[in-house]
C-alpha cells in the first residue's frame, strides 16, 4: 500500500520549508510485526513480508526532505527501528535506530524519489508502532546562492585585552592555538570585514577551508573503499551515521548482556530524538555497586565528528579488552563506563547528513556548531527542520556554554545566532540537562569530554579570573599524563581564551570528579578519518601522539585513575544485606555576573544542584566510591606562599641604532637583543614577570618577543596599532633570558621612531586560599524504604571514611531504636 503525501506551502518570509500535512490514515499509520528480529534495519531493504519488518511505499512530491517517525503503538514500548530506502538502487536515505520506539529517520530527497519506509521490530513485547510520514518542501529560496569563501586565520592574542577584543568580535574561534593567538575560522567576506576594522594582526593558515574539507571528503572516499579494517577496535574506516552509533550501541550490549548496558538519557532533544549511551561494567545492571565512574562524551559540538568516533571506539576497546586483553580486564572490574558517544544528536545528524562541501555560508549546514533550539531564534526564523530552516545553521544554542560554571560570563555569546549562544538561562537545554542528570547522580569520578580541533588536553578553569583549583597540581598533573600519550599540549582551559558554561566547568567544581576536554587533531572540525580518528586514536603518523599510544592511552591513563582510590574517595563501613545508602548534597553556586547585550550585568544566578550516590548493600562490609565531600569551588584556590621578595624591575637600555625592518621574525632573526636575569629564593621569589616598551607613534610598529637560555619564545606581545608591547611570564624559572625587539614597521624610516622605556617588573606569587569544608548527608534506607540511619560525613580525596554501622548506629538510627 501506498502512502500519499501531501505538502502544505505555508512558507513565512524568508522560511526555507512548507510543513506538510500527514496525508495517510489511521490505518496506514499503523506497522506491525508478529516476530521481533534483532537486524539492522538500515543495512537493506528486504523483501515484502519477511519476518519483523513492515513497509511503506511513498513518493516524494517535493524537493526537500523525507522523515519518518516512529512511536510506540497501543502502549507498549518494545524497540522498532526505521529506515528509508530509495526504490531504486535500493541505497539508503535516511534511518533511525535508538532504543525504543522513538525513532526520527530523516534527510533529503527529490520531487517524484519513489521510497520505501522499512519499519523494524528490533526487540521487546510491541507488534505495533506508529508510523508517520512527512515531506517537507524546500523554497527556491531555501537554495543558497552565494558560496564564499572560508578561510582560516591566524590571529595574534598576546595580551589579555586583544584575546578580549576577539571574544567581542563573535567570530567562530577554533581552539587551535596557543598563549599568544588562535586560529579563527572566517566564514565569508562579513567575517573578514571584522576582522581587518578590528585591526588585530593575522595571518591565513589556510586561505580556502572549503576545498580543504572536499578534498577530505574525497580522501574519506578513498580510504573507505580500500575495503580494508582499519586498526581501530571496531576496524571501522568511515564516519558513522547517527543511525549506526544508536545501532552498534545496542549490539554491543545484546553481544555482552552482563557487561553492556544501552540506556537512553533522560531527556529527548527539542526535535525528539532520544540520546543513546552504554555503561560497561561487570555485572552492569547492579549499578549501585559502589565502584567509581569514568565517562567519556563525544559531540557536544555538531560538526565535531572526530569526537564521536574516539569515543565509540573507547566503547569498543573496554568491551574487547575485557574479554581478551588482561590488563584493560583488571581496569574494567574495578570501574563502572560511561560512553555518551553523540551528546548534540539533533546538532550531528544536521552536520552528518548535510551536503559535504565544506563551506561556512549560513544555509550550509555541515559546520553547524550548535543544538537546535530555535525558541530564542527571531520570530520569523523559528520555522522549519533544523535541517533546513530559516536561520540556517546559526540556530540554536551552544551546549558548551549552557552548562551552569561560571555561566554567563566572558567568551560566550548573548544572541541567537552566535556561535557560542549561552542560552538563556544555565541548563536551558536538554542536552546539557542530560549530561547534569548523569554526572549528579552517579559517582562519576572521571569525565572527559571530546572536541576537535587543537591537539589540546585542556583543565578547568575555563576563565582566567576564576584562578587554578587549590588542587591544580594533581589535576595538572593528570592532565599531562594523558598529554604524553596523544601529543598534545596540556594546559588549563583558558590558556586561549576565556569560556564560560562549559562542560567540565560546572562538572569538575561542582562534583570535584575530574575532568578534562580533549581537542583531537591538528587541523580540522572533521578531517579525513585515517588521520583524525585513525591515527589519532591508536597513536599512528600523522598524529602528534605516534608511537606514544595516542588517544586509546590517554583514555586508558583516565580508565587507571579511576580505579585508583587514592584519586577519588572512599567509603567503607558495614550494612545489612539489601540495605539501600546514599550520600547526597545539595548545594547553591552563582553563575558568573551574567553579561547584558548592553554591557552591564546583572547579579549572578544561584544555581541549586544536588548530587548523589547509591550503594546497595550485598551484607557485610561495604567499599563505596565517591567523590570528595567538599566540592572545589568552595575549596579554595591553588597558589604559592612568596619564599622572599619579588625582583627589583631591571631596566632595559636600548642599543645604539635601529635593526633593519623585519615582518618575519624568528625567520629573520635581524633585531635588537637586551639579556636579563631572572632570580630566584631567598633573594627574590617572583610570580610573574612584565617586559614593556613604548614608541611615539600608533603607525610605528615593534614587537617583543622574551626567549628562554635554550631560545625558545616563553613571552611575546606582537601587536598592530598601538605604541606600546607588554609580554608576560607567570612563575617564571630562575635563569638567564633575552627580550627581543623587532623593528616591524616604521611610520617614517628616514627618522626612526625607537623603542624607549625598556623595563621588566616582577610581581610575588599570588599566595593559596582555604576555603570551607563541605558534607555529604549519608541515609541508609532498610529494604522496606523506612530511613533507618542518617549522618554527615566529611572525605577528601584520596581518604577513606570508614563511616561504621551506618544502618544501625547513627544518630538517627539510635533515635528509631528510642521510639
Ligand atoms: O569552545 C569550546 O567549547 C571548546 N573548543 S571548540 O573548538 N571544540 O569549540 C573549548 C572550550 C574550552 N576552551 C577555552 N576555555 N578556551
Ligand atoms: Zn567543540
Known amino acids: 500500500m501506498a502512502l500519499r503525501a501531501g505538502v502544505a506551502t505555508g512558507v513565512v518570509g524568508l522560511a526555507l520549508v512548507g510543513v506538510t500535512v500527514p496525508a495517510a490514515t489511521a490505518e496506514d499509520r499503523v506497522v506491525r510485526a508478529d516476530q521481533a528480529v534483532t537486524r539492522a534495519c538500515h543495512a537493506s531493504l528486504l523483501p515484502p513480508g519477511t519476518a ?60 517524484g524519489q519513489r521510497l520505501v519506509v522499512q519499519a523494524c521490530r528490533y526487540a521487546g513485547p510491541a507488534r505495533t508502532a506508529t508510523l508517520g510520514v512527512d515531506f517537507l518542501a524546500l523554497t527556491p529560496r531555501g537554495t543558497p546562492t552565494t558560496v564564499e569563501r572560508a578561510e582560516v586565520v591566524r ?25 599568544t593567538g588562535v586560529e579563527v575560522v572566517l566564514a565569508g567576506d562579513a567575517d573578514r570585514a571584522t576582522l581587518r576594522d578590528s585591526g588585530l594582526k593575522h595571518t591565513t593558515v589556510d586561505p580556502d577551508l572549503s576545498r580543504t574539507s572536499r578534498d577530505a571528503a574525497a580522501r574519506d572516499r578513498a580510504y573507505a573503499a580500500r575495503g580494508r579494517a582499519s586498526g581501530l577496535p571496531s576496524g571501522r574506516t568511515s564516519y558513522r551515521h547517527l543511525y549506526e552509533y544508536e545501532y552498534e550501541l545496542k549490539e554491543l550490549a545484546r553481544g555482552n548482556p ?106 550550509n549546514y555541515e559546520m553547524k556548531r550548535k543544538n537546535c533550539r530555535a525558541d530564542d531564534s527571531p520570530p520569523q526564523l523559528r520555522t522549519g527542520v533544523c535541517k533546513a530552516n530559516p536561520g540556517g545553521r546559526d540556530r540554536g544554542t551552544d551546549p558548551n556554554r549552557n552548562y551552569a560554571g561560571f555561566w554567563g560570563g566572558a567568551g560566550a555569546g548573548l544572541t541567537w545566532s552566535s556561535e557560542t549562544f549561552r542560552g538563556p538561562e544555565p541548563f536551558s537545554e536538554p542536552e546539557t540537562r542530560n549530561i547534569r542528570s548523569l554526572v549528579s547522580s552517579r559517582a562519576v569520578t572521571n569525565l572527559i569530554t571530546l572536541h576537535t580541533y587543537g591537539n589540546l588536553v585542556l583543565r578547568p578553569p575555563g576563565v582566567a579570573a576564576v584562578r587554578a583549583p587549590l588542587e591544580e597540581p594533581v589535576v595538572k598533573a593528570l592532565a599531562d599524563r594523558m598529554a604524553s ?117 546583572t547579579p549572578p544566578i544561584q544555581v541549586t544542584d544536588t548530587v548523589e550516590s547509591r550503594y546497595s548493600s550485598t551484607g557485610g562490609r561495604f567499599t563505596w566510591a565517591v567523590n570528595p565531600s567538599t566540592r572545589p569551588y568552595v575549596a579554595g584556590r591553588h597558589g604559592r606562599d612568596p619564599q622572599g621578595p619579588p625582583q627589583a624591575a631591571i631596566t632595559l637600555a636600548n642599543p645604539p641604532g635601529v635593526p633593519a625592518e623585519n615582518t618575519s621574525f624568528p625567520g629573520n632573526p635581524v633585531a635588537e637583543r637586551i639579556p636579563f636575569t631572572v632570580q630566584g629564593p631567598p633573594a627574590a621569589d617572583n610570580g610573574r614577570f612584565d617586559v614593556s616598551v613604548s614608541w611615539t607613534s600608533t603607525r610605528t610598529d615593534w614587537d617583543l618577543f622574551v626567549l628562554d637560555a635554550a631560545g625558545q619564545v616563553v613571552a611575546q606581545s606582537a601587536n598592530g596599532g598601538t605604541n606600546s608591547e607588554r609580554a608576560t611570564l607567570l612563575d617564571p624559572p630562575v635563569g638567564e633570558y633575552t627580550a627581543v625587539l623587532v623593528n616591524y614597521d616604521q611610520v617614517d624610516p628616514a627618522d626612526p621612531d625607537d623603542w624607549t622605556g625598556g623595563v621588566v617588573e616582577f610581581a610575588p606569587p599570588v599566595p593559596p586560599t582555604y576555603g570551607v569544608a563541605e558534607a555529604y548527608t549519608l541515609t541508609c534506607a532498610d529494604r522496606d524504604g523506612r530511613l533507618v540511619g542518617l549522618t554527615d560525613v566529611f572525605v577528601d580525596r584520596g581518604e577513606t571514611v570508614d563511616v561504621g554501622d551506618v544502618c544501625t548506629d547513627s544518630a538517627r538510627a539510635t533515635k528509631q531504636r528510642r521510639r
Open 155 to 179: 590571529v595574534e592574542t598576546p595580551r589579555q585585552e586583544d584575546k578580549d577584543a576577539l571574544l567581542g568580535l563573535d567570530l567562530d574561534l577554533t581552539e587551535k592555538g596557543d598563549a
Open 485 to 601: 600519550r596523544n601529543g598534545y599540549d596540556s594546559i588549563p582551559s583558558w590558556g586561549l581564551y576565556d569560556t564560560t558554561g562549559s562542560t567540565e566547568d560546572w562538572s569538575y567544581w561542582a562534583t570535584g570528579g575530574f575532568g578534562f576536554t580533549f581537542e583531537i587533531n591538528p587541523a580540522g572540525f572533521h578531517p579525513p578519518y585515517e588521520d583524525a580518528v585513525v591515527a589519532e586514536y591508536v597513536g599512528a603518523a600523522p598524529a602528534a601522539g605516534a608511537g606514544k599510544g595516542g588517544n586509546r592511552a590517554a583514555f586508558l591513563d583516565m580508565l587507571a585513575n579511576a580505579a585508583d582510590p587514592a584519586a577519588h574517595s572512599t567509603l567503607v563501613g558495614t550494612a545489612p544485606h539489601g540495605y539501600q545508602l546514599k550520600v547526597h548534597k545539595t548545594f547553591r553556586t552563582p553563575t558568573s555576573p551574567v553579561r547584558q547585550a548592553d554591557g552591564s550585568t
Open 52 to 111: 519483523g519488518v513492515d513497509r511503506r511505499e511513498v513518493t516524494s512530491d517535493v524537493d526537500g526532505l523525507v522523515q519518518a517517525r516512529l512511536a510506540p503503538g497501543d502502549g507498549r514500548e518494545g524497540d522498532w527501528d526505521v529506515a528509508v530506502f530509495d526504490e531504486a538502487d535500493g541505497a539508503v536515505v535516511a534511518a533511525s535506530a535508538a532504543l525504543r520506539s522513538r525513532e526520527l529517520a530523516e534527510s533529503f530527497v527529490t520531487k
Open 258 to 363: 552482563r557487561l553492556v548496558r544501552a540506556f537512553t538519557l533522560p531527556e529527548p532533544t527539542v526535535e525528539g530524538r532520544d540520546v543513546v549511551a552504554v555503561e560497561i561494567a561487570k555485572d552492569v545492571d547492579n549499578a549501585a555497586d559502589g565502584k567509581p565512574v569514568n565517562l567519556l562524551m563525544g559531540v557536544h559540538h555538531a560538526r565535531e565528528w572526530p569526537a564521536g568516533e574516539h569515543a565509540i571506539e573507547w566503547a569498543h576497546e573496554l568491551v574487547n579488552g575485557y574479554h581478551r586483553d588482561r590488563s584493560i580486564r583488571s581496569q574494567v572490574v574495578k570501574t563502572r563506563n560511561i560512553v555518551v558517544p553523540i551528546v548534540n544528536a539533533d546538532g550531528f545528524s544536521v552536520s552528518r547528513e548535510a551536503e559535504p562541501n565544506g563551506d561556512f555560508a549560513r544555509f
